[in-house]
């Protein structure tokens, strides 16, 4: 529900307006209105399903599929996890969202849960691996070292960024490393890489959405698609 607050200086129009629309208004130091529902069971805020945006040609694993799997593979993690410090890393920037969502439904909740992300690119603008992976220089290797690392990326495709990510974190005194995964794409492995917790098998296709981008578009769509023909670049 949306809320608008004001510091006693809000314009009489805007007050008019919100009190229109039927937007509650709260002064601060008003108490929080509590939810009428536990914040589980509160239904989604936009109408399901979204519509298909216009350069999706379908889906592949809707949001509530992409929901319900996300919710099953944190408590696979938060029950393994239940007994040790978890150093969540998510590779940016695919597994933004998956990263966000996944670490929110991490229960039985480890004694201490760390979340932090690093840049790691091995694609340009096209859709075909350049075969190379880079780490961002800003992310501090040291804060890996002793910890029981998870990191959480959107796709296995050949293999070489996991398996070149796991071996930069173990090499930098990581006390485990695992591999959490949304999407495998098995059959275009080039390298061995095997995720302790994978989502969902993928499809041999170019896909986005849900945070994985083509060329840095539709990382906001909510579900997993594949881009219609004449919206890639040949
Ligand atoms: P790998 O090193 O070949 O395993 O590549 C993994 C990375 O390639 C993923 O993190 C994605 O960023 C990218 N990737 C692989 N397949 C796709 C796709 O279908 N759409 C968008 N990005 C992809
Ligand atoms: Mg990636």
Redesign the pocket.
Known sequence: MELLRHRGSFSRTGLRQAQRRGVPVRSLGQPVPQASQPPHSRPHPHPRPLPLHPEISKIIFSAEEIDARVAELGRLVGTDYSDRELLVLG?LK??FAFTSDLVRHIYPYPPSLEVDFFK????GSG?V?S?R?QLDSGFKLDSVRGKHVLLV??????????S?LVAVMKGAGAASVRVCAL?D?KA?R?VP?EAEYTGFE?PD????GYG???AEKYRNLPYIGAVKDEFIKK
């Not at 296709?205 to 986005?208: A, D, G, L, P, S």
């Open positions: 590779v695919g597994a790691a690119s091995s694609y859709t691996s075969g992976v990326e959107d796709i296995i495709d050949t293999g070489n960024t996991l070149a999407l794409k275009r080039r890489m993928c296709e170019f896909i986005v994985i981008d083509y």
